[in-house]
Structures are given as C-alpha cells and as structure tokens.
C-alpha cells in the first residue's frame, strides 16, 4: 500500500492512520519531509506500528524518547560534521582558515542545521561571520542575501526549502555578487538549479546521503541502480536509494522476526546489525542507537564540475579534488551579473 503525503503534515499523519490500519499491514516506511515525518512517526508511535525513515535529517525526529520510530539515514549532526571535515581537508599547510556564513530557511531543517553549526563551528575553530535566515516561499530574500554580501565569507552553507535553489541564486546573482563557494543542504534538485544559475558554475557543491558514484565500490549498489535505470529510464535518484534501503531494513527485521507481527518487527529492528555491503548506501552499515538513529550511517559531498556533480568527500568515494578559492579572496561583485561561468581556482585538497 502507498500514500502520497504531498508535504502536508495533517495528510501524512492521517495518512499513517490509514496504513496502519489497513489489512496485513506490518510497518510503514517513510515520509521525506522533516514535518510531515514529525506528524506521521508520532501518529505510528501511538498506533503501535513500527516507522522506518529513509531520509529526514532534522535531529528533533530521534530525540522524542519514540519507541516505534527508527531513522536509517544521517542525521542533521552528521551534515554538520561532514560539512566542517571539508573545510578541515580542504585547509592547505599556512593557509588561513575559511570563514563561514549560513543562509539557511526559517523552518524546522534550517534552524536545526543552523543552531549545530553554530555550536560546533565555533569549536572547531571557524569563524561563523553571518548566519541569514530566508522565509520559505518568500519571492525575494533579497535581506538574507545581503546580510550574506556583506559578511563576505569565504564559504556558504545554505539550506534549501523546495523551490529555493533557483530563487536563491538569482536573487545573489540581481545583487551583483557570487559567494566564492556554497554548500548547498536540501534536496540535491535544488543545487543542480542553483548551479545553473549564471556566475554559480564551479562554485556549488551539495551534501548528499547517497551519491551515484558510490555505486562503483558496492555490487549490490551497482546492480540495483542498473535495474532501476532500465526499469524507469532515468538514473537512480537519492530519494529513491532512501525509500528502498528503508524497504531493505524493514523487510531484513522482518525476516529476523520470524514473522509479520508487529512487536517481533520492532524487536527486530532494535536489534538490526547489517553490514555496509548488503546495502545500497555508502555507509558503514545499520545498527541503531537507544534513541533508534542508525550509527552506521553517513554522508557525502558533491561539487558542480562542469555541469555534473562529482564526488569530493570522504576521501574513499572522492572522485575529484575540491575546488575553491583560496580564503580570503575577495568575491567578484561583478561576476554574478557578467555571466562568467568559470570555476574558482583549486585549492588541491582532496578531502576524506
């Protein structure tokens, strides 16, 4: 049985109630969005009914004390972690380090990414110059992005809500200024966008659970993403990987149970312990916590290089070299609006 939530948080949760009653219905998988997950896993908690997410980042979901809920992506602390390693790998030896500004949407995702970059950002030693919050579905954040300008950072982190890679860029691109490099957290559909945007050429990487070019590494990965480009004809997308290690762990717990009933599920997901290879993810593998977030999980980074998104974080799946300016290089005022699409010169890290 499936159940399109379409964002909505009421739909999801009465959507849950639906599932959940519905005829041999031993567990549900998803939902994607971070509120519509709140809802729904909160709906399954009291319904009993064991709640596998695929891919909901926002740290509030693991922190309920949910007996029922189990994350089997990374959380936002993980984004977070992985995001301040880059700049750690991407440092050369005597070469200051990069100052950073957050532009991040006023909701649940970006308030959650940006409060944990503002505690570990500072420990870890980089300067955290601006943090900017956007409405969601505001048509002209033109505030957040010259709180951004004038901050001058050497690096951005900007959470994307849905439909505001494009809005985003053009709205830094009408103000005349390009940050010399964006990490984009949010849906990887959204990066794409803004990279297209002219003067962001080279400039944007995004944060990903999942990235095609980990498939190289793992047979199973190999297979099930060829499988899934014949059976429907574009590649494999991060959402689609998410929903269907979700459907991987829920159907392996079920196995381990011994049958379809639902505590047995539970028990079994409590106890899970797969290895990276059997699944499609690059991660160490699935086992949760206390608080039902897996362990094992983790993350990556891609960098726009000529109009494709290459890997360049962790070292094992790096395809490429990350590529920004040096710290400290003034931005072009003028590149944004001259269209120039060139990318910024490499620092020659390679990252891990």
Same mark, same amino acid.
């Given at each position: 049985?499936?159940?399109?939530?379409?964002?909505?948080?009421?739909?999801? @949760?009465?959507?849950?109630?639906?599932?959940?009653?519905?005829?041999?219905?031993?567990?549900?998988?998803?939902?994607?969005?971070?509120?519509?997950?709140?809802?729904?896993?909160?709906?399954?908690?009291?319904?009993?009914?064991?709640?596998?997410?695929?891919?909901?980042?926002?740290? %509030?979901?693991?922190?309920?004390?949910?007996?029922?809920?189990?994350?089997?992506?990374?959380?936002?602390?993980?984004?977070?972690?992985?995001?301040?390693?880059?700049?750690?790998?991407?440092?050369?030896?005597?070469?200051?380090?990069?100052?950073?500004?957050?532009?991040?949407?006023?909701? %649940?995702?970006?308030?959650?990414?940006?409060?944990?970059?503002?505690?570990?950002?500072?420990?870890?030693?980089?300067?955290?110059?601006?943090?900017?919050?956007?409405?969601?579905?505001?048509?002209?954040?033109?505030?957040?992005?010259?709180?951004?300008?004038?901050?001058?950072?050497?690096?951005?982190?900007?959470?994307?809500?849905?439909?505001?890679? +494009?809005?985003?860029?053009?709205?830094?691109?009408?103000?005349?200024?390009?940050?010399?490099?964006?990490?984009?957290?949010?849906?990887?559909?959204?990066?794409?966008?803004?990279? @297209?945007?002219?003067?962001?050429?080279?400039?944007?990487?995004?944060?990903?659970?999942?990235?095609?070019?980990?498939?190289?590494?793992?047979?199973?990965? =190999?297979?099930?993403?060829?499988?899934?480009?014949?059976?429907?004809?574009?590649?494999?997308?991060?959402?689609?990987?998410?929903?269907?290690? =979700?459907?991987?762990?829920?159907?392996? =717990?079920?196995?381990?149970?011994?049958?379809?009933?639902?505590?047995?599920?539970?028990?079994?997901?409590?106890?899970?312990?797969?290895?990276?290879?059997?699944?499609?993810?690059?991660?160490?593998?699935?086992?949760?916590?206390?608080?039902?977030?897996?362990?094992?999980?983790?993350?990556?980074?891609?960098?726009?290089?000529?109009?494709?998104?290459?890997?360049?974080?962790?070292?094992?799946? @790096?395809?490429?070299?990350?590529?920004?300016?040096?710290?400290?290089?003034?931005?072009? +005022?003028?590149? +944004?609006?001259?269209?120039?699409?060139?990318?910024?010169?490499?620092?020659?890290?390679?990252?891990?």
């Amino acid at each position: 049985m499936t159940l399109d939530t379409k964002g909505d948080r009421q739909t999801a @949760a009465d959507g849950t109630a639906t599932l959940a009653g519905g005829d041999g219905v031993a567990g549900i998988v998803g939902a994607f969005g971070a509120d519509a997950t709140l809802d729904a896993s909160q709906r399954a908690e009291r319904l009993q009914t064991p709640f596998v997410s695929g891919d909901a980042p926002l740290t %509030a979901l693991t922190e309920r004390g949910l007996s029922w809920y189990f994350r089997a992506g990374p959380d936002a602390t993980d984004y977070g972690g992985a995001f301040l390693s880059l700049l750690r790998n991407a440092e050369q030896p005597g070469q200051q380090r990069r100052r950073v500004a957050v532009l991040y949407g006023n909701d %649940a995702t970006g308030t959650d990414l940006n409060s944990i970059i503002a505690e570990y950002g500072e420990e870890a030693g980089y300067q955290i110059v601006a943090n900017a919050p956007y409405e969601p579905g505001d048509a002209d954040p033109s505030a957040a992005v010259a709180a951004i300008r004038a901050a001058a950072p050497d690096v951005v982190l900007m959470t994307t809500t849905p439909g505001a890679g +494009a809005g985003l860029g053009k709205a830094f691109q009408a103000s005349g200024y390009t940050p010399p490099a964006v990490v984009v957290y949010g849906a990887p559909a959204e990066a794409a966008q803004l990279a @297209a945007i002219p003067g962001f050429a080279g400039r944007v990487s995004r944060q990903v659970s999942w990235s095609l070019p980990s498939t190289r590494a793992n047979p199973l990965a =190999a297979t099930v993403t060829d499988r899934y480009q014949r059976d429907f004809g574009p590649p494999m997308t991060a959402d689609a990987a998410s929903a269907f290690t =979700a459907v991987t762990i829920y159907a392996r =717990a079920i196995e381990d149970a011994g049958s379809s009933e639902r505590e047995r599920i539970r028990s079994a997901l409590v106890a899970i312990d797969l290895p990276g290879a059997a699944t499609i993810m690059p991660w160490n593998g699935v086992r949760f916590d206390g608080t039902h977030q897996n362990t094992l999980s983790a993350t990556a980074v891609e960098q726009d290089t000529d109009g494709t998104f290459a890997t360049v974080y962790p070292r094992d799946l @790096a395809t490429t070299s990350v590529n920004w300016p040096p710290p400290g290089r003034p931005a072009s +005022a003028t590149r +944004a609006s001259t269209g120039s699409g060139a990318p910024a010169a490499p620092t020659g890290a390679r990252n891990g």
